[in-house]
Structures are given as C-alpha cells and as structure tokens.
C-alpha cells in the first residue's frame, strides 16, 4: 500500500465526515444566529430560548437525513472492505 493510496482513502474519509457534519451542524448554526438576532432585538437574555430550537432543529434533521448519512457512510465501508485485496497487494 502506497502513501498516496493511504493519503486518498483518508481524503475520501475526511470529506465524507465533512459533509456528515455540515448536514446536521449548518441549520442549527442558522438557527442560533436567528435566535441570537431575536434575542438582541428584544433584550431577552435567556439561555433556553437560544438551545431549545437548536436542539430541536438538530434532532429533526438528524430524523431527516439520518438515512441517507448512514447509506452514505455504508458505501464508503464497503468500498473499503471490497478494494481490501486490492490494497494489500
């Protein structure tokens, strides 16, 4: 196995998690910055107000894409578990 066989399946890995992450991550940040605007706005300095909707918002996205990151991350493995003979020798 050569450094650049090893560099490009962490790549692939790398950018897989990458995108996992930035599925679920992004429309909590959205939400938080939504939040925090509202909460400048009116001067309501409660903490719960700005974790309850991003904990919400994160569980219903991991509900709606949870599927298609687990086959996502199912196809990765098995493309490594596949190309196995063919990485060894």
């Not at 939040?35 to 904990?55: D, G, W, Y």
Request: proline share 6%.
């Amino acid at each position: 196995m050569t450094p650049e066989v090893v560099l490009s399946i962490f790549g692939e890995a790398f950018w897989l998690i990458v995108l996992m992450v930035s599925v679920i991550i992004l429309p909590s940040l959205v939400v938080g910055l939504v939040v925090s605007t509202f909460q400048a706005a009116t001067q309501i300095n409660e903490q719960t107000l700005s974790f309850l909707p991003r904990l919400i918002i994160t569980l219903l996205v991991i509900m709606w894409a949870g599927p298609w990151l687990l086959t996502q991350l199912m196809e990765h493995f098995t493309r490594l578990v596949k190309n196995i003979p063919f990485l060894i020798g």
